[in-house]
């Protein structure tokens, strides 16, 4: 957190144009308030910025490199392509850029217990992580789904010290998670701090994560120019609630560069069976916040799919839905198959190994790489490490790659 | 006749009014409307009619299994205003819709504000919209439907008397950190909290809901307020339902909470 958003959004209301806000029940509010003033004093205070950053230095491991790929970028025989490593953070993936910085709230606000959610297991072994590290109670909500198909994650939180609930509500995915996580919060709020893992829910949460998260774009910034001397053509991530991305583009959003969002197709946008909030979803207000959702002609929200876990979610944070509107953001989608064989290609021309929700960003290179000029640089958010994936890329190779 | 009107004569005859909530639909759908008459005739003085939702954050496990059930029984806005039209012809007693932001979103605010109040409906309460995002969500509504804002015994003086001031109707007082469903008693610190909540509502009348499940819950916390919400309590009691068998038990079962308020 070298520099604080110096982008005026969201407005005092915390909106993101008509998107955003706090549609929460009467009982949160007070949270909210205390947390959102916490927050508008610590982040112009250079105590908690120079703790924060001691940790993001010493304890997560920044910065994480800015990686040319070299074969990679031979292999299209177009554009220069660059991956930030965030698979390089501690705990594999940008998570912990954020529970860091909310795990400090937490504690000057003098909670003794942490709730989250979680989908693949990433952010809730962040929050196990940072709960392990100052002492405090941790107890994370985990769907069903997503706890046998994340099994490892769900090993590592317990190790941490952490109870793992499991939700078997709706699809017993991260929507899920979320409702579970929410209402153990009303009830709670005494005592608890509530970190959420993307740039979701009721203001100032989405702000809050994505500033933690911009240390992504703000050293990808000075390493590009340290390497090329000028900024890039293209900056691409995944999109599911949409952190990283945030993380990623917040830097470059008053620079002349194009900003892509990848969203999950899953088994292809035609089938119904997808998470493509931004490309098929309506505005909504869900989970207390007003944004693009994945809802029927009624107004009830979705069961949505995707391989990814951390995709697996039928929203998106509000300043996405804003971003997407104004345009300054192209958002587009890649199938499951697309981004499992991105995870392989990836890890065969680099060596590096991403996370089925990094390669959906991978992925897009196979539509966006044709389009460009050798001139040209293309950054790719490698969000997070593969290692949690095996299983489903092992499966997946079995039955196709044979 | 008008909700504040409604109330307040039930108060002047020393009774506290008894508004118990139903999640339309549930458990059947054919014979909802007869439930929900049923138990106006056996002692409600209002009906809360709750528009299912998927994804009900202000609700414990009970009142959620509730409006999955009625999202499998195909209950959409269109067959809440339905029942809402039907259960109005039969009865002079206040009814009020409930139900989150979205499907109210979706199927266009004026439209709704319009269609219910068409129907009959005389108010409308939806939990996930807090006083600051009053003006924009309800900008169509146009004194169309009374707004039952919401507080909390520990909301700030400042948010009180905000919500008296926006709503119309009644203030529903949240009487507890947490889901709806059932609590065994109120502490001491929560009842003197919501004696200083009534203080500062002047404009209104004051209900209380969340955790309301017996007469002695009601004795305890009537003193406090001008009624009362059932909600999970009753929906717990529709499980056992089986195609009208049971409904005596319920009308019974409202008939106590009703003598519970008439104590007062």
Not at chain 1, 164 to 177: E, I
Not at chain 1, 373 to 386: A, H, L, P, Q
């Amino acid at each position: 957190m070298e520099s604080i958003a110096k982008c005026a959004l969201p407005d005092t209301k915390g909106k993101y144009g008509k998107y955003g806000g706090r549609y929460v029940p009467e009982t949160l509010i007070n949270a909210l308030e205390e947390l959102e003033a916490l927050y508008n004093k610590v982040k112009t205070d250079g105590k908690f910025i120079a703790e924060l950053n001691d940790l993001q230095k010493n304890y997560n491991g920044r910065e994480t490199p800015l990686t040319f790929a070299e074969r990679l970028t031979k292999r299209y025989g177009k554009a220069k392509i660059y991956l930030k490593r965030e698979d390089l953070c501690h705990t594999g993936a940008h998570k912990l850029n954020n529970t860091l910085g909310q795990i400090l709230l937490a504690k000057r606000l003098g909670k003794k217990r942490i709730i989250a959610e979680t989908g693949a297991g990433q952010h809730g072994v962040a929050t196990a992580t940072v709960c392990a590290k100052f002492g405090l109670k941790c107890e994370i909500f985990m769907g069903e789904t997503d706890i046998e198909r994340q099994e490892m994650n769900v090993y590592r939180m317990k190790m941490l010290g952490a109870k793992v609930w499991p939700v078997s509500s709706g699809s017993r995915t991260l929507k899920d998670a979320t409702n579970e996580a929410i209402r153990d919060w009303v009830a709670n709020v005494k005592d608890t701090f509530y970190i959420i893992g993307s740039v979701v829910g009721p203001h100032p949460y989405p702000q809050i994560v994505r500033d933690f998260q911009s240390v992504i774009g703000n050293e990808t910034y000075s390493q590009i120019f340290r390497a090329e001397g000028r900024l890039p053509t293209y900056v691409l991530a995944c999109v599911g609630g949409g952190s990283n991305a945030m993380g990623m583009f917040h830097r470059f959003i008053n620079e002349d560069v194009k900003l892509i969002g990848v969203e999950a197709a899953g088994l292809g946008i035609e089938s119904g069976k997808h998470c493509a909030s931004l490309t098929l979803g309506k505005e909504a207000i869900f989970q207390g916040m007003r944004t693009y959702v994945l809802q029927d002609e009624d107004g009830q929200i979705n069961e949505v799919y995707s391989v990814s876990a951390g995709l697996d979610y039928p929203g998106v944070g509000p300043e996405h839905s804003f971003l997407k509107d104004t345009q300054r953001v192209e958002y587009v989608s890649v199938t499951d198959d697309e981004a499992l064989k991105a995870a392989i290609d990836l890890s065969r021309y680099e060596g590096i190994l991403p996370a089925l929700e990094s390669a959906h960003a991978v992925a897009y290179l196979e539509h966006l790489m044709p389009e460009t000029r050798e001139d040209e640089i293309v950054i790719v958010n490698v969000s997070g490490r593969g290692d949690k994936d095996l299983n489903t890329i092992i499966m997946f190779m079995e039955d196709k790659l044979k | 006749m008008n909700l504040s009107q409604y109330i307040d004569d039930v108060n002047k005859k020393e009774e506290k009014a008894l508004s118990v909530f139903l999640t339309a639909g549930f458990p059947f759908k054919d014979i909802f409307a007869d439930t929900a008459l049923s138990v106006l005739d056996s002692g409600a003085d209002l009906l809360e009619l709750g528009i299912p939702f998927s994804d009900p954050l202000a609700d414990g496990p009970v009142i959620q299994h509730s409006s999955q059930v009625a999202l499998e029984n195909k209950v959409n806005i269109k067959s809440v205003l339905e029942y809402t039209s039907k259960i109005k012809s039969k009865t002079s007693k206040p009814v009020v819709l409930m139900g989150y932001a979205n499907p109210v979103l979706n199927y266009g605010r004026e439209k709704f504000f319009s269609d219910a109040a068409d129907a009959g409906a005389d108010g409308v309460i939806i939990p996930d919209v807090p006083i600051d995002e009053y003006d924009e969500f309800y900008e169509s509504n146009r004194g169309l439907l009374d707004t039952v804002m919401l507080t909390t015994p520990f909301s700030s003086a400042e948010r009180i008397r905000k919500a008296d001031e926006l709503s119309r109707g009644f203030v529903y007082c949240v009487s507890i950190y947490g889901t709806t469903g059932q609590r065994t008693s109120f502490s001491k610190e929560t009842l003197q909290a919501i004696e200083e909540t009534r203080k500062m509502i002047k404009k209104n009348k004051m209900m209380i809901g969340f955790g309301i499940s017996s007469p002695e819950s009601i004795r305890s916390i009537a003193p406090f307020c001008d009624g009362v919400i059932v909600g999970s309590a009753i929906i717990k009691k529709l499980f056992e339902l089986d195609k009208g068998k049971g409904l005596s038990e319920i009308a019974d079962y409202v008939k106590d909470l009703k003598e519970a308020c008439m104590e007062g």
